[in-house]
């Protein structure tokens, strides 16, 4: 195998949030990274060991344990310190839910989806309704809708229309047969829960410009091993030259293959120069592969929280390159990053046992990412190095409690 580098160390980090001391954040205290070590051995005992008044927290790790000391004076029913301990409350920063990244910055222009058009609120229980979010989702006129129940269409849902506004209101599901954005343009997606999509994706973006996919929910059943990763597909695809996307604040979880983009190292001609997408502050937990896997185009992720990803996360191949910054990784997380070029076996195990072989892509690393011990391959750095626009990049420390606090439904 291939390897320029293997960047496998939690990364020095200048100031830390007062934090619970789960396992997340108590190596997250770390202030250089030669205490990774000192860290590991520390947080092995203290999140699992019953919590007693004699148990003293070491100097390195004190900030991330910040406001428990107290709790540590007698022995609870469960330890504060466990690795499912609640994330702290955090407050969130202003403007952190508007629009950024390439969906907003691009030669169109920004995304605005049904703003200017009417509203319309359809509600799942009938053939009526069926029928009435079929026809809405097309055309070119500005509108907004309203998704209220569960929409388990006999065929999957095709927005092939364009400035539309795609929303979750009271229990907004889109079940079932899944949905295609496909040869539209100006489409926002949004508060909406995805689930249960047999042998294909939750969402597809086919040959579509200008979207935003923001605080959703996309997930299939958590029994990701034994389900295998070919009962479902993926639960958001990008595919075929679409271009100029934002895919922010949503709840990725409890899935085989998580996010595609580009489905075919044999579409070089159709999908190079486009597939520009920024993914931020995602919650990616209990998935297998693709977190996410991109062919031939660019990619920005930073501020993304990985919690168990169990076989690979980010995989840039086929020239295809991404910008990997302020991101934490944890849990049961084999390999955060690879530019290596093979499909590896796990990712299609039922097709490709061996793994299948495509050339490799490119990976910069631009902010401190903090990789928790998963592998990291980057066998060639590309000229990615900056995002063509502006952003604001959280406080790495703070990742883990502001993406699980304020990532999916109901947070807008």
């Given at each position: ?155 999957r849902l095709r927005v092939n229309g364009s400035n539309k506004s795609i929303i979750g209101g009271k229990n907004g599901t889109i079940a079932r047969n899944g949905m295609t954005l496909v040869n539209a343009t100006n489409i926002i997606v949004q508060n909406l829960r995805f689930t249960g999509v047999l042998d294909n994706d939750c969402m597809t973006i086919q040959n579509t410009t200008r979207v935003w996919v923001d ?198």
């Open positions: 195998m291939k390897l320029l580098s293997s960047l496998v160390a939690l990364s020095s980090i200048a100031s830390a949030s007062a934090q619970v001391c789960n396992a997340d954040n108590c190596l997250r205290g770390l202030r250089s990274p030669e205490r990774v070590a000192e860290a590991r051995e520390f947080c092995g005992t203290f999140t699992t060991a019953p919590v007693t008044a004699t148990a003293s927290i070491p100097t390195f790790a004190a900030q991330a344990c910040a406001g428990n000391v107290a709790s540590r004076t007698a022995t609870p029913t469960t330890s504060v310190c466990g690795p499912d301990a609640s994330y702290p409350a955090i407050s969130l920063p202003s403007g952190a839910f508007d629009l950024v990244g390439y969906a907003k910055e691009n030669p169109i222009g920004p995304v605005s989806g049904g703003a200017g058009g009417p509203t319309t609120t359809i509600t799942a229980g009938s053939t009526a309704a069926n029928s009435a979010l079929i026809a809405a989702v097309t055309g070119a006129n500005p509108l907004t809708i309203i998704i209220e129940g569960e929409f388990a269409l006999p065929a605080h959703n929910d996309l997930s299939s059943n958590p029994n990701i091993i034994k389900n295998g990763p070919d009962l479902y597909d993926g639960l958001m695809d990008v595919i075929r030259a679409s271009d100029w996307i934002t895919v922010s604040w949503n709840y990725f979880h409890d899935h085989y293959k998580a996010s595609l983009v580009g489905n075919n190292d044999q579409f070089r001609s159709i999908d190079f120069g486009h597939l520009h997408l920024t993914y931020h502050h995602n919650y990616w937990r209990n998935l297998g592969t693709r977190g996410n896997a991109g062919r031939f185009g660019h990619q920005h992720l930073y501020n993304n929280y990985y919690k168990d990803f169990r076989y690979q996360a980010i995989h840039s191949r086929s020239d295809n390159q991404v910008l990997v910054e302020g991101n934490v990784f944890t849990g049961d997380t084999r390999e955060a990053l690879s530019t290596y070029g093979l499909v590896i076996p796990e990712d299609s195990p039922n097709t490709s046992p061996l793994g299948d072989f495509e050339i490799d892509g490119y990976a910069n690393l631009g902010a401190t990412n903090d990789f928790g011990g998963s592998g990291v391959n980057i066998t060639q750095v590309g000229n990615f190095t900056t995002a063509p626009y502006s952003y604001t990049l959280s406080p790495l420390a703070d990742v883990p409690a502001l993406v699980v606090r304020y990532s999916g439904l109901g947070k807008l």
